[in-house]
């Protein structure tokens, strides 16, 4: 009889720890969802300093280009010319983001994006270009998820790169 309740006793632990997990990582998941509409705002507001605030103090970024920076400053500066000149009139759309929690305070983000309105330096509209946004996330002290590494990936048509005939 001591152990049919001893047993009964782990499994409400276990079902109670689980609920607790569940509900962590709910408001965990709110909070990188809304780092993905801050990032948002931020690059459709054309605003390099709001864009910067999305990051880490130390945070890396790699653009589609494979330049790199390191820090708020070197993300700032180099998002002045993007945001304010090449995408100044662009508006980017988020179509898809996915979630993997390495551990509770650290999280891989996948976020497909479309950017329409970008200028090229001759003047001309761009076409509609898409993105692959892969992020490492950190939950800081506060509980505030914020970017840490981040890589931009433009995705070029596949038929660009298709094997077989012209």
């Known amino acids: 009889m001591k152990s049919v309740i001893y047993l009964h006793f782990l499994l409400f632990v276990a079902l109670v720890s689980n609920a607790q997990n569940s509900s962590k990582t709910t408001a965990d998941k709110a909070g990188i969802d809304s780092l993905i509409v801050s990032f948002s705002k931020a690059f459709n507001a054309h605003d390099p300093k709001a864009f910067t605030a999305n990051f880490t103090r130390d945070a890396d970024f790699t653009n589609w280009l494979g330049i790199s920076e390191h820090g708020w400053a070197e993300i700032e500066e180099s998002h002045i010319p993007v ?34 309105g970008g200028v090229a330096r001759d003047g001309k509209v761009l076409p509609l270009m898409n993105f692959l946004l892969n992020w490492t996330v950190t939950k800081e002290s506060n509980g505030k998820w914020l970017i840490t590494v981040m890589h931009n990936t433009r995705i070029l048509p596949i038929e660009a790169y298709a094997p077989g005939p012209k």
């Open 83 to 116: 945001l304010t000149v090449m995408y100044k009139n662009a508006q980017q759309k988020i179509t898809s983001s996915s979630v993997r929690f390495i551990r509770p305070d650290v999280a891989a983000v996948d976020i497909r994006a479309e950017v329409s």
